[in-house]
């Protein structure tokens, strides 16, 4: 088995993204346990955390993010697309021999798209700020969306997927989108 310590470990992105290792972490690895002790990346702009671990039977991952802008995540997806706004999120996720389990909860906060078209002229579509959460229990899956603004409209959602089968193409599955422009 290895223990040891990362000492230094950093992410630069596009634009100005500039994470760094916040203190020493601890990690093992050997081939019935990996783990890796709560890590969190810190600078401009926003915050990363994350650990994890991982044995024949079972693993489990905590991933969080502050204020990390949406264009760190979205660098290059669209051309002539521009993300602005900033995404704070946590997450936990378990499996192994029991089913997959875990919850999220993720705020965007003055999302909005804009897109440069072929005139030079600049859209901007305006999204807002808003909660997505997802909670994976073993009988159910249930997801809710929040999100508007006041001059936009809103998006609201919810979603249930009921995990009685093995398949899950074949679970239940009921829910409802609302949508409101102003």
């Keep these: 088995a290895f223990r040891g310590q990362m000492h230094a470990l950093s992410i630069t992105g596009t634009g100005q993204l500039r994470l760094s290792l916040e203190r020493p972490v601890d990690v093992l690895v050997s081939l019935a346990h990996v783990r890796l002790d709560w890590l ?3 600078g401009t702009p926003g915050s990363m955390c994350a650990d994890g ?3 024949p039977a079972s693993w489990s991952s905590t991933v969080m993010a502050n204020e990390l802008p949406l264009n760190t995540l979205t660098a290059g997806a669209t051309p002539a697309v521009e993300y602005l706004g900033t995404i704070s999120a946590l997450g936990h996720i378990a499996g192994g021999n029991a089913p997959l389990q875990g ?19 600049i859209e901007h579509t305006r999204i807002g700020s808003g909660t997505v959460t997802v909670v994976a229990a073993p009988a159910l899956v249930t997801t809710r969306i929040v999100i508007g603004d006041l001059k936009a409209g809103t998006i609201r959602g919810r979603l249930e997927i009921q995990r009685s ?18």
């Design 103 to 121: 919850s999220l909860r993720a705020q965007l906060a003055n999302a909005e798209i804009d897109h440069r078209l072929a005139s030079k002229r």
């Design 165 to 182: 089968t093995a398949r899950w193409q074949d679970m239940p599955l009921s829910g409802e989108l609302h949508a409101q422009t102003d």
């Design 53 to 55: 671990e991982w044995t």
């Design 40 to 42: 969190c990346m810190v």
